[in-house]
């Protein structure tokens, strides 16, 4: 028995829900088998219907029919699986939803394994065989699976599509080639997809290099949030303490003046208890004194009333009244002022400082982007003239110095900021965060951003350092000059650039001014200090460079 089972079609013993051998096989009252648990948990998706079907053959039952292991079935199976039927099973490969079927197989179809060109049919591996061992499919061509074979085949010459027109980028037949292509460039399409792939190989090398790039900005950014995460933490940790103390301090103040005014309050209290005691103890004596008077006085008897006068009509020193002023109620209202008026100090402080601190913006990794259009630029644009005091002595201010031309000798004064090496000159204005401005120019100019720190005696000219950043414009000749060294720029300078800088995130752009903005050249850079405009001159008379008026 084991030898015939075998040989059975182990299909016929796979559950058609999970499409495995039946474990804890059950037959349904149609004669289907599945599994156990697969049937229970099909049945209990149509609970709500109260009606139960066969996934196979569809017919319905009512009530939920009670499920009973099939133990001969059972027992057949665990001797199956003895016999190597369970390696033989688990090795068919049936087709699924986006799979390719054998279109020879009955039934349930097997995985296609090749497709024929020739034949138009896919076929799986026992019925592939004949391509294999009969000569009558040697010249067949097999390919990989595929469901639309058809679209391999050309529909006019019905012959395998094997060509490819470069001039009209589609695949054709080798009888297309010479007939509806013919003078066309065509290659074969494995040629074809050659090139391609090479191309796809590239372009797979950038995209990979594209996903380091950003894996590592991902890294970069993680570590940004990370050190803004830490930065505002240690922040806020300082800022409670520093409040702590202020707090603390505040109280400390708050118990000195307290203590102050008590301590002034028990000693003027005491004064004035001791002043109010001596009165009373005055009122106390005069009241005996005027007792005695009243009673002398009353006394009938000459000689007694002269006995006794001498010792009765003697009064102790009064005390001076005047020395008791009674001021208006202002005892310690002086004190409340003076604390009211530190109050009002500290609301003034704290009301400056907090703006300041509302101000305080936190570094970010990622630059903003750049304006695409001159109005978004304009946005930026700032007012900047033209430093007197730096102008070289052949540089010719005007036009409330935002013109600047290359003229014979001035005769300046001497000024420590003035250049004396090269024609060129600075701006008043110090440049910081985002600026924008535009420039008209004629003949021959760079127009520069510098630190103001640039050398003003010898060669120090915009762009031959590490602290200047230049545009050279002229009719032939342009370029970017930084560190002495030139760098093309994307096209001819028109006769109105624009400058737009962003401090922070250390960019400096130079644009052809139009609607569009035509980029000119963009420098990525770290800036340690503010930056003035300038402008070098050319040697011939005339060139000049104007800071256009944008508002």
């Not at 060509?163 to 292509?181: K, N, P």
């Not at 028990?266 to 009243?294: G, P």
């Not at 102790?316 to 004190?335: A, G, K």
Request: a negative charge; charged letters at 25%; proline letters at 4%.
């Amino acid at each position: 028995m084991a030898q015939q089972g075998a040989q059975l079609d182990g299909a016929k013993f796979c559950c058609s829900i999970c499409l495995d051998l039946l474990k804890d096989p059950v037959a349904i009252p149609c004669g289907h088998s599945y599994c156990m648990s697969c049937i229970n948990n099909f049945w209990d998706g149509e609970d709500e219907k109260k009606t139960y079907s066969c996934p196979q053959c569809r017919q319905t039952f009512t009530p939920r029919p009670v499920l009973m292991k099939n133990t001969m079935l059972a027992d057949l199976m665990a001797e199956l699986k003895k016999t190597g039927l369970q390696a033989a099973a688990t090795g068919l490969c049936y087709a699924g939803p986006e799979d390719v079927a054998c279109d020879v197989c009955t039934g349930r179809k097997l995985k296609a394994l090749k497709s024929c060109l020739v034949c138009l049919a896919s076929y799986c591996e026992k019925h592939l065989q004949p391509h294999y061992e009969s000569t009558k499919f040697k010249k067949h061509k097999l390919v990989d699976p595929s469901e639309n074979i058809q679209e391999k085949i050309c529909s006019r010459h019905d012959e395998v599509m094997k060509m490819f027109c470069r001039t009209d980028q589609q695949i054709i037949c080798s009888l297309c080639s010479v007939e509806d292509h013919k003078g066309h460039d065509t290659v074969s399409a494995a040629a074809e997809r050659t090139e391609r792939q090479r191309e796809l190989e590239v372009s797979q090398q950038n995209i990979q290099q594209r996903i380091q790039d950003r894996e590592k900005g991902v890294k970069l950014l993680q570590q940004e949030v990370e050190a803004i995460t830490c930065s505002a933490d240690k922040a806020v940790e300082d800022s409670e303490k520093i409040f702590t103390e202020l707090i603390r301090l505040l109280q400390k103040r708050s118990s000195d003046v307290k203590q102050q005014i008590r301590s002034q309050q028990e000693t003027e209290v005491s004064r004035v208890k001791e002043l109010q005691e001596k009165l009373q103890q005055e009122i106390t004596e005069l009241k005996r004194k005027d007792t005695e008077l009243k009673q002398l006085l009353h006394t009938e008897d000459h000689n007694q009333f002269l006995h006794n006068y001498p010792s009765v009509s003697q009064l102790s020193e009064p005390t001076d009244s005047s020395s008791i002023n009674i001021r208006p109620l202002r005892y310690f209202e002086d004190v409340t002022a003076a604390v009211s008026e530190l109050r009002d100090k500290l609301q003034d402080i704290l009301k400056e400082e907090w703006t300041n601190i509302s101000l305080t913006e936190v570094d970010v990794l990622l630059p903003p982007p750049d304006p695409k259009t001159r109005d978004g630029f304009l946005k930026y644009a700032c007012e900047i003239t033209l430093d007197p005091n730096t102008a070289h002595e052949k540089v010719l201010l005007s036009e409330g110095n935002r013109k600047a031309t290359s003229i014979q000798p001035q005769g300046y004064s001497r000024h420590p900021d003035r250049f004396t090496g090269d024609r060129q000159v600075l701006s008043r204005e110090s440049l910081t965060g985002r600026c924008y401005w535009e420039v008209e120019w004629e003949r021959e100019v760079r127009i520069a951003v510098s630190y103001k720190s640039i050398g003003r005696d010898g060669w120090s000219d915009f762009g031959s350092n590490d602290i200047s950043w230049a545009l050279r414009c002229d009719y032939s000749n342009c370029g970017f000059w930084s560190k002495c060294v030139k760098s093309p720029v994307s096209g001819p300078v028109s006769s109105r650039v624009g400058v737009y800088l962003d401090h922070r995130a250390g960019i400096l752009s130079f644009y052809n001014v139009s609607e569009t903005m035509t980029l000119l050249h963009r420098v990525q850079t770290t800036f340690t200090e503010p930056l003035y405009a300038g402008f070098f001159l050319g040697f011939f008379y005339g060139a000049t460079a104007e800071i256009a008026k944008l508002k």
